[in-house]
């Protein structure tokens, strides 16, 4: 790819279907090299009349520079992206450009991107769950406490770790009501991020919930991540219970039940 000129990576990046791995390495190649050339470039894509090309530049955008990219890049990438976003109408469009301000991290994508929770499109509402991510106010904090409850799965599931994990540093009733309700999932991994959510917040109601998961035929890292976090040494049992268990788990669970059982070990 580096032997490619922008003209033809363009090109590659604008074939295949959404997920084209070909595609996705041409747009990682263009957000390496950088420079104005290939800003232009996906400006230029951002106002086609083709939705498939707006998609392409948005993508171009989300991470131009690379993890070189400066803090004026990145907000001259989100004047383009937030500008084009003003008058999108398709819903793929629109999931890439949530997805987008979410790596250019900018506070406007908040108030930009709130009126779409509602969306019919799941993509799109996944596109705000991205695009709120990194943000703490109480705007994209309400956004994502709605989407937590979100009737697809998917996007429950992201919004549930966005608040969980990723925003340990904001507790509250709300917050952590919304992360309760999310016990009672059908998939484990959802409910695991909740119980990692509730946990760092040290919520006592996490702690019942959280033993019937250890205590299951099936547990996922999550939960054991969760008992770790929780610091409550009445799980060590069940921890250790699940050591002599686990020999068929693969080496990053072993790694985390090990590093459960030496904390809670530490605190008894």
Same mark, same amino acid.
């Given at each position: 790819?580096?032997?490619?000129?922008?003209?033809?990576?363009?090109?590659?990046?604008?074939? #295949?279907?959404?997920?084209?791995?070909?595609?996705?390495?041409?747009?990682?190649?263009?957000?390496? @090299?950088?420079?104005?050339?290939?800003?232009?470039?996906?400006? #230029?894509?951002? !106002?086609?009349?083709?939705?498939?090309?707006?998609? @392409?530049?948005?993508?171009?955008?989300?991470?131009?520079?690379?993890?070189? @990219?400066? $803090?004026?890049?990145?907000?001259?990438?989100?004047?383009?992206?937030?500008?084009?976003?003003?008058?999108?109408?398709?819903?793929?469009?629109?999931?890439?450009?949530?997805?987008?301000? #979410? !790596?250019?991290?900018?506070?406007?994508?908040?108030?930009?991107?709130?009126?779409?929770?509602?969306?019919?499109?799941?993509?799109?509402?996944?596109?705000?769950?991205?695009?709120?991510?990194? !943000?703490?106010?109480?705007?994209?904090?309400?956004?994502?406490?709605?989407?937590? @409850?979100?009737?697809?799965?998917?996007?429950?599931?992201?919004?549930?770790?966005?608040?969980?994990?990723?925003?340990?540093?904001?507790?509250?009733?709300?917050?952590?009501?919304?992360?309760? $309700?999310?016990?009672?999932?059908?998939?484990?991994?959802?409910? #695991?991020?909740?119980?990692?959510?509730?946990?760092?917040?040290?919520?006592?109601?996490?702690?019942?919930?959280?033993?019937?998961?250890?205590?299951?035929?099936?547990?996922?890292?999550?939960?054991?991540?969760?008992?770790?976090?929780?610091?409550?040494?009445?799980?060590?049992?069940?921890?250790?219970?699940?050591?002599?268990?686990?020999?068929?788990?693969?080496?990053?669970?072993?790694?985390?039940?090990?590093?459960?059982?030496?904390?809670?070990?530490?605190?008894?």
């Amino acid at each position: 790819m580096k032997d490619h000129s922008i003209q033809e990576l363009i090109a590659l990046a604008l074939q #295949g279907d959404e997920e084209d791995e070909t595609a996705w390495e041409a747009i990682r190649e263009l957000h390496d @090299r950088g420079g104005d050339e290939v800003f232009e470039a996906a400006v #230029g894509l951002l !106002h086609s009349a083709s939705s498939r090309e707006r998609g @392409r530049g948005t993508d171009i955008l989300a991470q131009l520079g690379g993890r070189k @990219r400066s $803090d004026a890049l990145m907000a001259k990438c989100a004047d383009e992206i937030l500008s084009a976003l003003a008058t999108e109408q398709d819903a793929d469009v629109l999931g890439s450009m949530g997805v987008a301000l #979410g !790596h250019l991290r900018d506070t406007r994508a908040v108030p930009a991107l709130q009126p779409l929770k509602d969306h019919p499109d799941e993509d799109v509402r996944m596109g705000v769950v991205m695009g709120m991510m990194p !943000h703490r106010d109480p705007v994209a904090i309400q956004t994502l406490i709605a989407l937590s @409850r979100d009737s697809d799965e998917d996007v429950r599931n992201w919004a549930t770790f966005s608040l969980g994990s990723q925003a340990e540093d904001v507790d509250t009733p709300e917050l952590r009501d919304a992360l309760f $309700d999310r016990l009672t999932e059908s998939d484990m991994e959802l409910r #695991g991020e909740a119980l990692v959510g509730l946990a760092l917040r040290k919520d006592p109601r996490v702690l019942e919930p959280l033993r019937r998961e250890l205590e299951s035929s099936e547990v996922v890292v999550l939960a054991v991540e969760a008992a770790e976090k929780l610091e409550d040494t009445s799980l060590l049992p069940l921890l250790l219970r699940l050591r002599d268990r686990a020999g068929d788990a693969n080496s990053y669970f072993r790694s985390v039940l090990a590093d459960a059982i030496g904390r809670l070990e530490a605190l008894a």
